[in-house]
Antibody, heavy 120, light 111 residues
Framework: QVQLRESGPGLVKSSQTLSLTCTVS??????????WNWIRQPAGEGLDWIGR???????NYNPSLKSRATISLDSSKTQFSLKVTSVTAADTAVYFC????????????WGQGMLVTVSS | QSALTQPRSVSGSPGQSVTISCTGT?????????VSWYQQYPGKAPNLMIY???RRPSGVPDRFSGSKSANTASLTISGLQAEDEADYYC???????????FGGGTKLTVL
């Protein structure tokens, strides 16, 4: 059974960098056929795709983040990370990591989510 | 503002059927078969209910069904049960760079 779990600081100061890690168990990030994603959800709002990374390290990002987001793979091949620079209150949200299956076009496994609050 | 348009809320009585629409464009729903639907309870992660427009993952009741016509996808829940009360999000593949777009979510109330 594939499991994902987000971890990192739950409180970040305005203008600083948000850093989160997603730990994957039950699957290898280095396998073909999947993309590893970050998605966020502000309180009371909908889901917003942040970006994705493939096993080879190829990345795509939502242009709305204006190049503030970076996703990377850990050398252990069991974790991938998200960094968002110059955060503001608008970046306060629950952050989810999720697996996208390229064969079926679906986000089939999600982490439980982690609330990150940006404080002034 | 979300890329895909969903009604903010729908409601139905137990045993009835409800349909949630999701309208996109020729660049997403209208161009690809990768439309999926997610159920989300408060404080929980989204859970995959429908993928590839109309396919159900194992464990999802056959009361849930999906369809698509042109730029609009739909999720139908028949035989409503109290446990179906949740938020529902549609998601569509939109090409290599944009990747995926979501709807704003629909709150389903079981009366």
């Amino acid at each position: 059974q594939v499991q994902l779990r987000e971890s990192g600081p739950g409180l970040v100061k305005s203008s600083q960098t948000l850093s989160l890690t997603c730990t994957v168990s039950g699957d290898s990030i280095s396998g073909d056929g999947f993309y590893w994603n970050w998605i966020r959800q502000p309180a009371g709002e909908g889901l917003d795709w942040i970006g994705r990374i493939s096993a080879s390290g190829s990345t795509n990002y939502n242009p709305s983040l204006k190049s503030r987001a970076t996703i990377s793979l850990d050398s252990s091949k069991t974790q991938f990370s998200l960094k968002v620079t110059s955060v503001t209150a608008a970046d306060t949200a629950v952050y989810f990591c999720a697996r996208w299956s390229t064969y079926d076009g679906m986000l089939d496994y999600w982490g439980q989510g982690m609330l990150v609050t940006v404080s002034s | 503002q979300s890329a895909l348009t969903q009604p903010r809320s729908v409601s139905g009585s137990p045993g009835q059927s409800v349909t949630i629409s999701c309208t996109g464009t020729s660049g997403d729903i209208g161009n690809y078969r990768f439309v999926s639907w997610y159920q989300q309870y408060p404080g929980k992660a989204p859970n995959l209910m429908i993928y590839d427009v109309s396919r159900r993952p194992s464990g999802v009741p056959d009361r849930f069904s999906g369809s698509k016509s042109a730029n609009t996808a739909s999720l139908t829940i028949s035989g409503l049960q109290a446990e179906d009360e949740a938020d529902y999000y549609c998601c569509a593949y939109a090409g290599t760079n944009t990747f995926v777009v979501f709807g704003g979510g629909t709150k389903l109330t079981v009366l």
